[in-house]
């Protein structure tokens, strides 16, 4: 019965902040329009000067566009779960008779959900500009747990920061440093291109192995080592933000 009451009040607090994404101009835009910017720039106003080569340019970069979705999305889990805390919400849940735990899954969830759709969207639309991925089942399989991986991990980054920001603009700034990541990577242009200092610090960061393994997987020629090191970096700082989100949000709400 107990988890029964969990999961329908975490299903309420689901149905909740996705009124709230949809009915939000700013995050379709942010979320969904900008990727989608994002990757007709590149494929065809850059593409044609990066050379990737026999790899077509929009088979390199659709890799880079999902985490960049991703990475974007997240963000305004920070900012609603900000709203929540310092406009006194949570406060007021915490008064009524639902599962605490309810209120943070219920923003995560939203977020696993919200990023599904707006990264299956810039999927489709990249179909339409040319993409042809070459990975089977497994593959595709593979390619999921990644992004799973690393939406949770990104995700309850988002919650610290929500948590811990003295206002719903601050809360977001967390973004800058994975924009940052994901730039500085081989997200857009191979890292051969790069000089050596930046070359070492995009090789040696963990988006780039995270984007090469979805990359490879989709190409049809797997990169085991990228696979296993991309899963192990999303997992790593999932758990590390998972429990530094918990221990906040006891303190918070205590």
């Known amino acids: 019965m107990m988890m029964r009451n969990k999961w329908s009040d975490m299903v309420v607090m689901l149905g909740r902040n996705m009124r709230h994404a949809f009915r939000s101009v700013d995050t379709i835009i942010t979320t969904i329009a900008m990727p989608l910017m994002m990757m007709l720039l590149f494929v065809y106003v850059f593409g044609g000067s990066i050379d990737t080569g026999s790899e077509d340019y929009i088979n390199y970069v659709v890799p880079g566009i999902m985490f960049l979705c991703i990475a974007l999305g997240t963000t305004y889990t920070a900012v609603r779960l900000n709203n929540d805390v310092t406009k006194g919400i949570i406060d007021r849940f915490h008064s009524m008779p639902i599962?605490?735990?309810?209120?943070?899954?219920?923003?995560?969830?939203?977020?696993?959900?919200?990023?599904?759709?707006?990264?299956?969207?810039?999927?489709?639309?990249?179909?339409?500009?040319?993409?042809?991925?070459?990975?089977?089942?497994?593959?595709?399989?593979?390619?999921?747990?990644?992004?799973?991986?690393?939406?949770?991990?990104?995700?309850?980054?988002?919650?610290?920061?929500?948590?811990?920001?003295?206002?719903?603009?601050?809360?977001?700034?967390?973004?800058?440093?994975?924009?940052?990541?994901?730039?500085?990577?081989?997200?857009?242009?191979?890292?051969?291109?790069?000089?050596?200092?930046?070359?070492?610090?995009?090789?040696?960061?963990?988006?780039?192995?995270?984007?090469?393994?979805?990359?490879?997987?989709?190409?049809?020629?797997?990169?085991?080592?990228?696979?296993?090191?991309?899963?192990?970096?999303?997992?790593?700082?999932?758990?590390?933000?998972?429990?530094?989100?918990?221990?906040i949000y006891k303190h918070r709400t205590a």
């Open 99 to 247: 599962a605490k735990s309810s209120i943070l899954t219920g923003h995560v969830v939203t977020s696993i959900v919200f990023n599904l759709i707006s990264t299956l969207f810039i999927v489709l639309i990249a179909f339409i500009l040319g993409f042809r991925p070459e990975a089977g089942f497994v593959g595709w399989l593979v390619i999921i747990l990644i992004l799973l991986l690393f939406t949770l991990a990104m995700t309850w980054i988002a919650v610290v920061s929500g948590l811990l920001a003295k206002s719903a603009e601050g809360s977001g700034t967390f973004s800058y440093l994975v924009l940052m990541l994901l730039f500085v990577s081989s997200a857009f242009t191979p890292t051969d291109s790069m000089n050596n200092v930046v070359r070492a610090f995009a090789e040696n960061q963990p988006m780039t192995p995270i984007i090469e393994s979805v990359r490879s997987l989709l190409v049809g020629n797997v990169n085991t080592g990228d696979v296993w090191t991309a899963i192990a970096w999303c997992a790593g700082i999932f758990l590390v933000a998972w429990v530094a989100a918990i221990q």
